[in-house]
């Protein structure tokens, strides 16, 4: 069982639709969960950052974290073409330097 | 915010020749650098972490001596892919921790694309 599961798509939605983007994990020890975006041939964008449960909202993004369920996810509300890319969670134990990644939604939004 | 930038962005090179790559912290300090490696299609793997003044740690399945790095001052790191064969081609990434944040948060650099013919 990988330690990061994530559904890779891809995940195609129309412009202005709330996009739901998740991951689950096996490893309970994880502290901090992270969600990046990664156009393509670029280098991974942090977009949010959480500790522990809880909501975060940073304009059109939130990311909630479940931790008793094990699930994180990432919304997208009045989702726009630009917002076409690959999503990646991470999540890593506090004060490691690992971080866990899964393997990426690759989110399409059509104009 | 903070940026990180990587040299060169795109290298083609012929098999058994060595590239090296180049990552910096732009505006801050990082003692503690990553290196990853992500394939096509594929979520990013990490091969080392890099540490200013000491050694590079691997990670499991990664040779040392074929991906030298070398955390040469506070705001540079590089990859050197010794003697590459075709089997090296792929994105490399690094990252740095977020200032203030110890290294639980990572940026990004906007990766180097290796083709090793």
């Known amino acids: 069982q990988k330690e990061v599961e994530q559904d890779p798509g891809p995940l195609s939605v129309p412009e202005g639709a709330i996009v739901s983007l998740n991951c689950t994990y096996s490893?309970?020890?994880?502290?901090?969960f992270m969600w990046y975006r990664q156009y393509s041939r670029k280098g991974p964008e942090l977009l949010m950052y959480?500790?522990?449960?809880g909501n975060k909202e940073d304009g059109r993004f939130t990311a909630q974290v479940d931790k008793s369920s094990k699930y994180i996810s990432l919304f997208i509300r009045d989702s726009q073409p630009s917002d076409s890319a690959t999503y990646l969670c991470a999540m890593s134990v506090y004060n490691f330097n690992k971080f866990y990644f899964g393997s990426g939604t690759k989110l399409n939004v059509k104009p | 915010g903070a940026v990180v930038s990587q040299h060169p962005s795109r290298v083609i090179c012929k098999s058994g020749t060595s590239v090296k790559i180049e990552c910096r912290s732009l505006?801050?300090?990082?003692?503690?650098m990553f290196w990853y490696r992500q394939f096509p299609k594929q979520s990013l793997m990490l091969m080392a972490t890099?540490?200013?003044?000491?050694?590079?740690?691997?990670e499991q399945g990664v040779e040392k001596d074929k991906f030298l790095i070398n955390h040469a001052s506070l705001t540079l790191s590089t990859l050197t892919v010794t003697s590459a064969h075709p089997e090296d081609s792929s994105f490399y990434i690094c990252?740095?921790?977020?200032?203030?944040?110890?290294?639980?948060?990572?940026?990004f650099g906007p990766g180097t694309r290796l083709t090793v013919l």
């Open positions: 990252s740095a921790p977020v200032p203030g944040l110890g290294t639980d948060t990572q940026y």
């Open positions: 490893n309970s020890a994880f502290q901090y």
């Open positions: 505006d801050f300090q990082a003692t503690t």
């Open positions: 890099s540490n200013e003044g000491s050694k590079a740690t691997y």
């Open positions: 959480t500790y522990s449960s």
